[in-house]
């Protein structure tokens, strides 16, 4: 069985609860970034990231067809 860690700093609020992705959406199509939007665990505050796209995700909606 895998021991359970605590999540890094960068996935705590400042309030100290936890942040759990929410929802990805596009930024900047010609550079390959995206904006992931977290909500705290404890006091429901959202904070949003600039982050690059995986280039190894799907892009559609489904995999399956």
């Known amino acids: ?25 596009p930024a900047d199509r010609t550079f390959g970034k995206q ?9 429901s505050r959202e904070l949003t990231f600039l982050a690059d796209r995986n280039p190894y995700v799907a892009t559609t909606a489904c995999g399956f067809r």
């Open 1 to 25: 069985m895998r021991p359970l860690v605590e999540p890094p700093p960068s996935l705590r609020c400042v309030c100290g609860g936890e942040l759990q992705l929410k929802l990805i959406k």
């Open 35 to 43: 904006r992931e939007v977290f909500v705290c665990t404890k006091c």
